[in-house]
């Protein structure tokens, strides 16, 4: 059997640009962004406008936000991957959002 997991939804054609989404308990503000560099950021913010996050890279496979945890980030562990197509390996303009999104896991 396979089991369902929940992803937020991404659209690089708009970068950059932000959103509110609730995660369990709590709503943040991400802001989506995709530089000169050719790879995409995210700012987190909670839901006072705060910002917890600027500039978090989005890397394939990586979890985001680890490097700053604590009680004000999102419960469930975000990870950029293509779970639909194996040979994928990297985040690029083409494929975020559509093969690669950011998958939600329970800690």
Do not use: W
Not at 48 to 54: A, F, K, P, R, T
Not at 86 to 91: A, C, L, R, W
């Amino acid at each position: 059997m396979t089991q369902k997991v929940d992803y937020i939804p991404i659209d690089p054609k708009l970068c950059p640009y932000n959103f509110s989404i609730r995660l369990t308990d709590r709503t943040y503000r991400f802001t989506v962004k995709y530089n000169t560099l050719g790879f995409f950021t995210l700012d987190l913010q909670d839901s006072m406008g705060n910002y917890l996050i600027i500039g978090e890279p989005v890397l394939y496979g990586e979890q985001l936000f680890t490097s700053h945890e604590n009680e004000k980030f999102p419960l469930p562990a975000i990870f950029p991957l293509a779970l639909t197509d194996p040979s994928v390996d990297k985040i690029t303009f083409d494929n975020f959002g559509r093969d690669v999104k950011l998958y939600l896991y329970p800690r």
